[in-house]
Nanobody, 121 residues
Framework: VQLQASGGGLVQAGGSLELSCEASRTIFGRNVMAWYRQAPGNQRELVASITSNGNTNYSDSVKGRFTISRDNAKNTVYLQMNSLKPEDTAVYYC????????????????WGPGTLVTVSS
């Protein structure tokens, strides 16, 4: 599997979900891993990133509510989402790249199917 995101679903506002993404070894490796999301009618945006040694960054819209983590032994990156809001509704995707700048730019030739998160009000 290249990138397999899972864990999405329907949740009420204020609820929590944890997303998982298993990546192939060639993608996970020592790469920066990241979560992106795309809401209907919007461009895809970077939500959170984590380097191979655990340094994290978050978009302002999710800071303090979402936590990204990684399990290097399982080639898996996670996104714990708390205090969910209706505006968090989107398809969530994961990606990996050796360079943080490339992760920030978000220009990848292919994307996995993502996992849909729907937050009801």
């Amino acid at each position: 599997v290249q990138l397999q995101a899972s864990g999405g679903g329907l949740v009420q506002a204020g609820g929590s979900l944890e997303l998982s993404c298993e990546a192939s070894r060639t993608i996970f490796g020592r790469n920066v891993m990241a979560w992106y999301r795309q809401a209907p009618g919007n461009q895809r945006e970077l939500v959170a990133s984590i380097t191979s040694n655990g340094n994290t960054n978050y978009s302002d819209s999710v800071k303090g509510r979402f936590t990204i983590s990684r399990d290097n032994a399982k080639n898996t990156v996670y996104l714990q989402m708390n205090s969910l809001k209706p505006e968090d509704t989107a398809v969530y995707y994961c990606q990996g790249h050796p360079r943080l700048a490339s992760v920030v730019a978000g220009r990848f030739s292919s994307w996995g199917p993502g996992t849909l998160v729907t937050v009801s009000s």
